[in-house]
């Protein structure tokens, strides 16, 4: 059974969260050909200000 857990800020609408959730799922199934009904999502909410934003673009600080 795969187990996903996704962490995200809190503010996604129920609806969004549920795309979410939905298409994580969807993609298992196609990558690794999971029965959908066997591929368990957990979505975890944080607060903002305790996520960092990573700039991908910008080279890490030594």
């Given at each position: 059974?795969?187990?996903?857990?996704?962490?995200?800020?809190?503010?996604?609408?129920?609806?969004?969260?549920?795309?979410?959730?939905?298409?994580?799922?969807?993609?298992?199934?196609?990558t690794l050909g999971a029965d959908r009904k066997v591929v368990a999502v957990i979505v975890h909410e944080h607060e903002k200000a305790n996520i960092r934003e990573l700039d991908l673009h910008e080279p890490p600080t030594a």
């Open positions: 059974m795969p187990l996903i857990q996704c962490h995200i800020a809190k503010g996604l609408s129920p609806e969004k969260k549920r795309k979410l959730v939905d298409d994580l799922v969807e993609a298992t199934h196609r």
